[in-house]
């Protein structure tokens, strides 16, 4: 049966996240063939609603207020349930994002409804869908299917190809007026640790650094690589306890996970949980000088030397080729 998906435009620094645009991919295949309706969320975003149908969204309800220029919990809240009840779906696509994953349990309890979070694949379309999830941190994967009530689904970014743009789609623009109060939680500041440039979490090359980047400055050919490769810099939990660079960049059970096509790891060991948040990478190259390093059993290449001499050789190739 075709059914009526609402999918969050996520937006952030004023632009909408790619994820957003791989959920309206994955609400397509939930959709089977019923409405897709993008929910835009913020202060001054309606001008984001015509990428959404650029990339599939039937049409757009938006919801602005002063009091969400900054995500909190409840003012999204509020508007999401007025969108919600606007137009009534039957499936409800987020990207598994550190605002999907914070709004979303917290919806899925109002709307009483199940929440499948962070898949990668769905297998089938409409009733019929297959939703793919890792569990155990990577370890096994597990298909879950809905039997009754909304189909909430979070997905995890880089993992379901957005629909092509196309820019001649157009689709109805509607706002909704909500008055977005009673927050327990005002932002007064957003101060930012990490250095701006590609989001680690939507990268499509990532080149992590362990504790075998020895400092700080370490980490400066493989930003060099990074940049080169239109990529972002991660890192394992010893370069972060190390003080090498900051948390923000910590790949694994407890920071990010990435599913770049490329994944490069410099002086990372492969820990069990750092390999929690990078296992699914596409292709794996790892850099160790130890030749029995954890990383090799995961990596499609492995290159046994020393970073400092390995990484300034990929510089100089990459830049031959002109990547
Ligand atoms: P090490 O294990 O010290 O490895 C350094 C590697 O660098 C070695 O393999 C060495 O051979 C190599 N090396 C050294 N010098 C060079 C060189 N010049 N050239 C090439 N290679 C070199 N870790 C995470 O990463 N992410 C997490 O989210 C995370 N969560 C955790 C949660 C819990 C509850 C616990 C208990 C641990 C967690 N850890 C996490 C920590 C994890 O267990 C490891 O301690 C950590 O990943 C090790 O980081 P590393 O590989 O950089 O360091």
Redesign the pocket.
Known sequence: MAKKVLVLGEVRDGVLRNVSFEAIAAAKQIADGGEIVGALIGNNVSQLASSLVEYGADRVVVVEHPNLASYTSDGFSQAFMAINEEVKPEAIVFGHTSLGKDLSPKLASKLQSGLISDVTVIEGNGDDALFVRPIYSGKAFEKVKTKEGIVFVTIRPNNIAPLERNTSRTGDVVSISVDIQNLRTIIKEVVRKAATGVDLSEAKVVVAG???V?SAEGFEPLRELANLLGGAVGA????CDADYCDYSL??????KVVTPDLYIA?????????L??MSNSKVIVA????PE?N?FKVADYGIV????EVVPLLIEEFKALKV
């Not at 410099?266 to 750092?274: F, T």
């Open positions: 362990g504790r075998g020895k394992s939990r010893g370069a910590q790949i694994g059970q407890t920071g410099a002086g990372i060991s492969g820990a069990i949980q750092h929690a948040g850099i160790n000088k130890d390093a990383i030397g020393d970073l400092f």
